[in-house]
Structure formats: structure tokens, C-alpha cells
């Protein structure tokens, strides 16, 4: 059984900053893409950005140069750290991996169950 667990989100005010954490956990042979995504209030979920296991990131353009992802893979852990924050940023953030659980088995997509980024004007 594979679990993603969110942790770090809460309430900032304007300019402040957050750093969001994610650890797999269960049975995992190996981790591919771990990503952030959001879903603010009454809109679609979108990623936020992502990073391949060989470190190549994307970014969404609204957090360029605001937000940095991170991971250690040696710890099954992505991180988010968020800077600069605006209101518009408040939303739910859900950590993402693409997982293989055994050496012939295939990349599944699991998703934590999200943690809560609220920025007050």
C-alpha cells in the first residue's frame, strides 16, 4: 500500500512564505515524476509544477521565479517552497508521484490528500 502525505500548509499573510513537504510511503520499487498541483475555490485543479527523477522541473507561469521544487529521493520526499505568497495562491496544494511498486509492474499515479494554503491580504 503506497501513501503520499502532505505536510506544511496553513495560513500567511501577503509576502510571507511556506514550504509544503511530501513523503511516499508503503511498498515502492521506484518513484518517477513527483509533482504539486492546486485547486483553488470554484476552479480546476492545475500543476503547479513538477520533477522528473533526473531533475528536470516545470513550472506554471504564475509561480516562476516564487515557488522551487525539490526532491530527495533517497527520502521518497518532494518539497514545495513557496515564497512571495499572494491571495491568489490560496488553495489546496496535492503532492502527486507516478510510482512503480514492483520491478515489472507498472507506473501508477497516486496523490496525497491534499494540504491547505490559505494567503490573507
Known amino acids: 500500500q503506497v501513501q503520499l502525505v502532505e505536510s506544511g500548509g496553513g495560513l500567511v499573510h501577503t509576502g510571507g512564505s511556506l514550504r509544503l513537504s511530501c513523503v511516499a510511503s508503503?511498498?515502492?520499487?521506484?518513484?518517477?515524476?513527483m509533482a504539486w498541483y492546486r485547486q483553488a475555490p470554484g476552479k480546476q485543479r492545475e500543476l503547479v509544477a513538477d520533477?522528473?527523477?533526473?531533475?528536470?522541473?516545470n513550472y506554471v507561469d504564475s509561480v516562476k521565479g516564487r515557488f522551487t521544487i525539490s526532491r530527495d529521493n533517497a527520502k521518497n520526499t518532494v518539497y514545495l517552497q513557496m515564497n512571495s505568497l499572494k491571495p491568489e495562491d490560496t488553495a489546496v496544494y496535492y503532492c502527486?508521484?507516478?510510482?512503480?511498486?514492483?520491478?515489472?509492474?507498472?507506473?501508477?499515479?497516486?496523490w496525497g490528500e491534499g494540504t491547505l494554503v490559505t494567503v490573507s491580504s
Open positions: 502527486h508521484a507516478g510510482i512503480q511498486v514492483t520491478f515489472v509492474g507498472p507506473v501508477v499515479d497516486y
Open positions: 508503503g511498498s515502492i520499487f521506484n518513484i518517477y515524476a
Open positions: 520533477s522528473s527523477r533526473i531533475g528536470n522541473i
